[in-house]
């Protein structure tokens, strides 16, 4: 590097802005984290040299709750509220006819109505219709709290995800993994503190939906793979086969002491500190995630609860990471969208039903009997719901009048545990199951609504950046406090 007479380092105009943006977003920063009570997060990831601040340390939310962790069921693709969790008898009777109203707009022309293939039964004290593709799941509906008036705002699955992950459908946005392990790090320093697992790739968007944004890259998700069994390949490089974890411990002492160096040099990169994060998460991980993913080691009677199958797979060791205090898991379906079925609904949705209705009650039984139930908050949902009409035929043949277009305009989600009143059902759609017509949440408002279970005043939960104090919900959100118990 070139130097002036007084043997000063010069720099490049990029790299003065880029200390100078990183020098004021920390100064902005600490007054963010005094505010909000969460000394020990986020500045450290940026931390000189020599500190042994850990940006991951567990750290207390804005007022106590009961939730302090979060399995978020993903099912990408959307899977449709009129045959999973908001029945509309109606649809039935205009089955083959058209709707006594206007079709609202959606990505692909629908016709006629379209009723359910499926039957929907009362269940539990409180009486709620669930339909027979998660009847396992229903034994629990007196946990749940079903919210049949979401809505989003497009009917296209990328800005879709990203709003549902990320509360923005078109900019780069923190995920609300990287938000929840940012506000309160994690209880197991040796495991990630947010996994995303999807069995055969990524979904669409890939890895933007578990994305830490602006956030320091240590709050971002780390993907796992669940298609596979063999845990080399689950997690890849897990074990050392050439070098003893005695040696290997004396080389990331010394690539951490020349990193440390670099550093300094360069104001506290926070790519840098991410980078050294994650070799010691990497060298930690060797013995631990070696255990937590193994679902060998459970009895052949609990994983015959859960059922076979990529789903019922990952959804143990879901139970298995929260057992061990990961603060975040999200489970998603599978690569791509397969919940997304613009053509044989019936035996799709059925299929991808009975790959996860099982485990996800065995989930809920596990979690009680190990008494985490009322401390994890369970979420399950897609990025929008599906039409109550069916999908108009394409020119070319290739889809037949058997199935749904994207709804975004009102569907289905619920959530459990952590904090939540269950037995009951918030909000509603049409007749038909078209709009959210009574008691309608935005995305937004479930944002706002789930950080207030987590212990966060969604207005207050704030990251400084680029000059603006920025939060999950933007500057949008409405807490729904009858979700709460």
């Known amino acids: 590097m070139a130097t002036h007479s007084n043997d000063l380092p010069q720099m490049n105009r990029r790299e003065m802005l880029t200390r100078s943006g990183i020098g004021f977003g ?57 045959d999973t969790f908001d029945p509309k008898p109606l649809l039935t009777k205009y089955h083959g006819k058209a709707l006594p109203r206007p079709n609202l707009p959606t990505e692909r022309p629908t016709g006629s ?33 079903i919210i049949r008036s979401v809505h989003a705002d497009v009917p296209n699955h990328e800005p879709s995800l990203l709003l549902m992950n990320c509360g923005e459908s078109r900019l ?11 506000g309160l790090g994690t209880e197991n320093q040796n495991l990630p503190g947010f996994i995303a697992m999807c069995p055969g790739g990524y979904p669409i968007q890939e890895s ?37 974890r005695k040696d290997q411990r004396k080389q990331l002492d010394l690539l951490s002491k020349l990193n440390r160096q670099h550093q300094t040099q360069r104001q506290g990169d926070p790519q840098l500190e991410a980078r050294i994060q994650s070799f010691e998460l990497a060298y930690r991980m060797q013995i631990e995630a070696a255990d937590a993913f193994d679902i060998m080691q459970e009895p052949e009677s609990v994983r015959e609860r859960y059922g076979n199958g990529a789903q019922a797979r990952q959804i143990l060791i879901t139970r298995r990471l929260i057992e061990r ?52 908050l369970i979420i399950w949902g897609g990025e929008f719901g599906r039409t109550p009409t069916v999908e108009l035929p394409n020119n070319n043949g290739t889809k037949t009048a058997t199935g749904r277009d994207h709804n975004h305009h009102g569907f289905s989600m619920w959530l ?16 038909f199951g078209f709009q959210a017509v009574e008691k309608k949440m935005h995305v937004h408002d479930l944002h706002a609504t789930i950080l207030a279970l987590m212990g966060f005043n969604h207005e ?17 959100g409405n807490v729904f406090r009858e979700v709460i118990a």
């Open 325 to 376: 205090g990961v603060r975040f898991v999200q489970v998603w379906t599978g690569a791509g969208q397969p919940w997304d079925n613009h053509d044989e609904i019936e035996s799709n949705h059925r299929r991808l039903a009975q790959g996860c209705d099982q485990a996800i009650a065995a989930l809920m039984d596990d979690l009680k009997r190990l008494g985490l139930f009322d401390e994890t």
């Open 208 to 244: 933007q939906n578990w994305q830490a944004g602006f956030l320091p890259g240590v709050y971002q998700g780390t993907y796992i793979d669940t298609q596979h069994t063999q845990l080399d390949k689950l997690i890849e490089n897990i074990r050392n086969h050439s070098t003893s």
């Open 172 to 182: 780069i946005r923190p995920s609300v993994g990287s938000w929840m392990t940012y």
């Open 26 to 82: 920390m100064l902005g920063l600490a007054g963010v984290l005094s505010d909000a009570g969460l000394i020990g997060s986020t500045a450290q990831a940026a931390a000189p040299a020599g500190t042994s601040l850990n940006p991951l340390a567990p750290k207390a939310p804005h007022f106590p709750v009961k939730a302090k962790r979060i399995i978020h069921l993903f099912m990408n693709g959307g899977p449709s509220h009129v």
């Open 113 to 145: 109505g379209f009723g359910s293939p499926f039957k929907f039964q009362k269940y539990g004290k409180s009486g709620i219709e669930v339909s027979e593709l998660f009847a396992n799941t229903a034994r629990h509906i007196d946990d749940m709290c």
């Open 416 to 431: 459990a545990g952590g904090g939540v009143k269950g037995g009951q059902v918030i909000g509603a759609t049409d007749e």
């Open 460 to 476: 207050n939960f704030t990251f400084r950046y680029a000059g603006r104090d920025f939060r999950l919900t933007d500057v949008h």
